[in-house]
């Protein structure tokens, strides 16, 4: 169970590309082409605190995109070179070249005047936005923002088709995937550290070059580069859970280049990697609740048909009584133990439309067949049936682990902390304690640090919070829209992992209404 800050793509991605069963050539813009100022990235409460030279900059922002077929109807794509290291671009005088970037597009298809480029991410971090892009926002967004925008994304450095970070073998990461992470004794808690060190020195191993490059300030930088070639002198961008995080660093980085900006699901930038971790799993706890509370309503629920508290001590036996014996499953090589069920029941937190599939897979485990929650767990980790893994967990460590200094550095730090994490959640606090050491092995220094995001003198900002959401606790949303100057909370009193497009007609029609005419909803609106 590999979840520590795994914030996740939102659930319309899950939705779209049916990982879980659901309930249901750029011109110039007229713009300078070069950033209108020297920027310390340590004076914005990120980065190395090394200053970015307009000057050298420069190229990158005059590049034209070479758009060619991609291979799905409808859709363009490219190629855009950024800097590997700010502080040091291009290659002249010791620079540190270039990285590519994949960028896809999808024109405005009218009628209506074309507002311009919406940039899109569906979090993570390692989630891949063109593939976001091109299995739902590009199709599945309402029509009229799609008839006026332009539908853009660029997998994020080190994401997907962007120079991907990579650490382990299909065979080491299924291993990975299995270490027990609720450990009983020394020996176990040896077991695993050495594995968080096995994870992180392959990943230096196999992605050295661009490993200490991948965080959020780089990729916010990287998308004010596209921002330019694609001809924008505004920002305008929808971005999902961990995106939330990014787009809020663009603002605080280029508030002048703001424009209409949807952070939904989105994470408190203040929290430290401790508190972080700890409050996200209060959030679980929140989800585990509502999922309870509706299976023993049901007369099939495998948790009984007493109390939701009653049901959580229920699903507790079952991962200690996987933990001791695992139980077989289509896979010979993997059986479904404690870490994989309870990563299979995660995942269903964050779509209550999974709700079914986790009541049933939790009944197939009690009686010896792993497999259901085995299927939840390979769609949490983007694992295909030949074995193969994408790379949202590599990437999500490697950006996570530079963005903030590690939560925990040692084992006796967990243990520490342990009372408060189970406190949060009884049901999932032990295990997603020990997960949050995963930062404690890595091999670089964090680059940035918890701050407050306040991004003075950008446009408003809409910020959606879902009440009961998992993996980004509605008060992060509360937090982070008191933090921006311009923000703007919009609130959906509801179950699952974000909000828009997933079917309030309220959240959709206040959210559309922004994107088409720049008009926020009023502060502290409420739907359902």
Not at 240 to 246: K, N, V
């Amino acid at each position: 169970m590999d979840t520590s800050r795994l914030l996740r793509t939102s659930a319309t991605l899950f939705a779209a590309t049916g990982l879980l069963v659901a309930g249901s050539s750029g011109c110039s813009s007229g713009t300078s082409a070069q950033p209108s100022r020297s920027v310390s990235s340590g004076a914005q409460g990120q980065g190395a605190g090394q200053s970015v030279d307009p000057a050298a900059l420069a190229p990158y922002y005059a590049q034209k995109l070479n758009w060619k077929e991609c291979g799905v109807p409808g859709f363009a794509c490219a190629t855009m070179l950024a800097p590997l290291d700010y502080a040091k671009p291009g290659k002249a005088d010791g620079g540190s070249g270039d990285i590519k970037l994949a960028v896809s597009r999808k024109k405005a298809t009218g009628p209506g005047k074309r507002i311009g480029s919406l940039q899109v991410n569906p979090g993570g971090p390692g989630g891949s936005a063109i593939g976001y892009l091109q299995a739902f926002a590009a199709l599945g967004y309402p029509a009229p923002v799609r008839a006026r925008y332009d539908m853009v994304a660029v997998d994020p450095r080190g994401v997907a088709r962007s120079e991907p970070v990579d650490c382990l073998t299909g065979p080491e990461m299924d291993a990975h995937t299995q270490v027990d992470q609720t450990p009983d004794d020394e020996a176990e808690v040896t077991k695993l550290s050495a594995d968080f060190q096995k994870f992180a020195s392959g990943c230096e191993k196999r992605s050295g070059r661009i490993l200490p490059h991948v965080s959020t300030v780089e990729a916010a930088r990287d998308m004010d580069i596209l921002r330019e070639v694609l001809g924008d002198k505004k920002l305008h961008y929808v971005g999902a859970s961990y995106g939330t995080f990014l787009g809020a660093t663009y603002a605080e980085l280029f508030p002048d280049r703001t424009g209409r900006l949807v952070l939904d699901g989105a994470l408190d930038p203040s929290l430290d990697a401790r508190d972080m971790n700890r409050e996200q799993t209060e959030g679980f706890e929140t989800a585990f609740q509502s999922f309870a509370a509706d299976c023993v309503k049901q007369r099939d629920c495998p948790l009984g048909t007493g109390t939701p508290a009653e049901a959580g001590t229920s699903l507790k036996a079952l991962f200690k009584a996987l933990d001791t014996k695992p139980v077989p499953t289509k896979d010979k090589n993997r059986p479904l133990g404690e870490a994989l069920a309870t990563t299979g029941a995660i995942a269903a937190m964050y779509d209550e439309g999974a709700w079914p599939q986790l009541r049933s897979g939790i009944k197939a485990a009690q009686s010896g067949d792993g497999t259901p929650l085995l299927s939840l767990a390979d769609s949490y980790y983007e694992r295909d049936s030949r074995g193969k893994y994408a790379n949202l967990m590599y990437a999500n460590t490697a950006v996570n682990c530079l963005d903030l200094p590690a939560a925990f550095a040692a084992p006796d730090d967990v243990r520490a902390a342990l009372p408060s994490f189970e406190k949060a959640s009884p049901v999932f606090g032990e295990g997603l304690a020990w997960a949050s050491l995963n930062c404690g092995s890595w091999p670089l220094p964090a680059t940035g640090r918890a701050h407050r995001i306040e991004a003075r003198g950008a446009a408003p900002i809409v910020v959606v919070g879902t009440t009961r959401d998992p993996a980004t606790p509605y008060k992060w949303a509360k937090s982070l829209a008191t933090q921006l100057t311009t923000g703007t909370l919009l609130t959906y009193d509801g179950d699952g992992h974000t909000a828009y497009n997933r079917g309030s007609d309220c959240i959709d029609t206040a959210i559309n209404t922004y994107l088409l005419e720049g008009t926020p909803p009023q502060n502290g609106k409420k739907c359902s």
